[in-house]
């Protein structure tokens, strides 16, 4: 129970404009989803989530 929280206590949230930031660089030529998920430490799921909103 306890580690569970240390671990959601430990995500970073992201503000809209790093999100905007981040999803822009998926348009840049040679980069692609899965890769700016992996830069960034997030999953990609949830990158493509910030693009439908």
Known sequence: MI???L???ARKRKNSREKIAIILQTM???MNVSLVARLHGIQSIL???WKKQ
């Open 3 to 5: 580690g569970s929280r």
């Open 7 to 9: 671990g959601q206590d």
């Open 28 to 30: 840049k030529p040679g």
């Open 47 to 49: 990158l493509f989530r």
